[in-house]
């Protein structure tokens, strides 16, 4: 039976922005793209499907596999736009606003069940280090490499999140479209620090969206590029114009704000269940509040040094040092009084040099 037609309009019932299908064989290149960014260090120490082997030969975790169902779910409608930046305000990335991926999952669940109901093996595949989704999407003819690195489609750019399943079913390929960016290079200057460092090569040792998920000390020259945000950055899908249409669609609606004080004064249990959808590297909440305070110390708020200062004498160094920063970027006399009263106290070597690395600041 060929179950093409009947994936397709399951895909489109189920509210794929994208659709397309394509064999289980090794991604070849991708392997070797991603072979050169650890070799290079433009990995910085990501995990996801970077330090996977798997990531580029789906047979390896799923030896029965024949073809990869990809799907793609636009979340702009759901998403809004943070709009501009406000005192005491943190700003979230439009696919981190909500748990889209659990729309995606149901939608992808019913293409599975297509599958399912002919006797065949499906396995659902979502932010997953078993498969590099981005090239199977590629494969599959639901868009086209973008220079930002990311999948564009027509009509939405790469404001969508993409999902795969993978089944023993034998199932006819789409064609990869041929597309690509042309001579637009408008997400290369888009980006604040500079990470898109040639047409489709991302360091990610540069990039804001990479720090506000990786544990440990944001680097210091990267946090004022920080700006508000909290979580994740949205400036090279902005800049996008196949996705400008759609984007501009959904401004109206505002979304994607957290109050930086309720970051820093709720309890770590509480953060964490109201930012369950978020990626926070082992679950712990102090690196939450580590944006919350570089955030804070970019935009202030009335009570921004006073929230700050309350943070130096913190029993975590990392959120010490991220507080002195911010004090030394909001400045005035109340901050540098609550900078020198914990410089003559402080024990940490590395706190006590961003202690007076913030002092000269402010």
């Known amino acids: 039976m060929d179950l093409g037609p009947s994936l397709a309009a399951a895909a489109e019932s189920a509210g794929l922005v994208g659709y397309g299908v394509c064999d289980a ?6 392997a070797h793209s991603i072979a050169d960014a650890n070799d290079s260090g433009r990995a910085a120490g990501l995990h996801f499907t970077y330090t996977e082997p798997a ?12 073809s990869i169902v990809v799907g793609a779910w636009s979340y702009l409608e759901q998403a809004g736009s943070p709009g501009p930046q406000a005192a005491g305000s943190g700003r979230v990335a439009r696919f981190a606003t909500d748990e889209h991926y659990a729309d995606l999952r149901e939608a992808l669940a019913r293409l599975a069940g297509v599958l399912a109901a002919e006797g065949h093996l499906a396995e659902i595949l979502i932010d997953d280090n078993r498969l590099v989704d981005r090239a199977a999407a590629v494969r599959a003819g639901v868009g086209w ?6 999948v564009l489609a027509p009509g939405i750019g790469p404001w969508m999140l993409l999902g795969s399943i993978v089944t023993d079913a034998a199932l006819e390929a789409t064609e990869p479209m041929k597309r690509d960016c042309g001579s637009c290079e408008a997400c290369l200057p888009a980006c604040p620090t500079g990470a898109l460092v040639v047409p489709g090569v991302l360091d990610a040792r540069l990039c804001l969206a990479y720090w506000a998920q990786a544990p440990g000390t944001i680097p210091v020259e990267l946090r004022e590029a920080m700006a508000d945000r909290v979580y994740g950055c949205d400036d090279c899908l902005e800049a996008c114009p196949p996705g400008q249409r759609a984007l501009d669609e959904h401004s109206a609606t505002r979304a994607g704000r957290l109050e930086l004080a309720e970051i820093l004064g ?17 679950r712990n909440a102090r690196f939450l509040r580590r944006n919350a305070l570089v955030a804070l110390g970019n935009v202030g708020a009335p009570d921004a040094v006073a929230i700050a200062a309350g943070f130096l004498g913190h029993p975590d160094e990392l959120l010490r040092s991220h507080a002195a920063w911010a004090l030394g970027s909001l400045g005035g006399p109340m901050a540098r009084a609550a900078l020198g009263a914990r410089a003559s106290v402080e024990r940490s070597p590395d706190v006590g040099h961003e202690i007076s690395q913030a002092l000269v600041k402010a």
């Open 25 to 30: 064989s090794p991604f070849g290149e991708a």
């Open 266 to 282: 709720a309890d770590s249990t509480t953060l964490l269940e109201r930012l369950s959808h978020f990626y926070v590297p082992k």
């Open 55 to 66: 990531a580029t030969d789906v047979t390896r975790s799923f030896p029965w596999a024949r």
């Open 145 to 150: 490499w973008g220079k930002n690195t990311m």
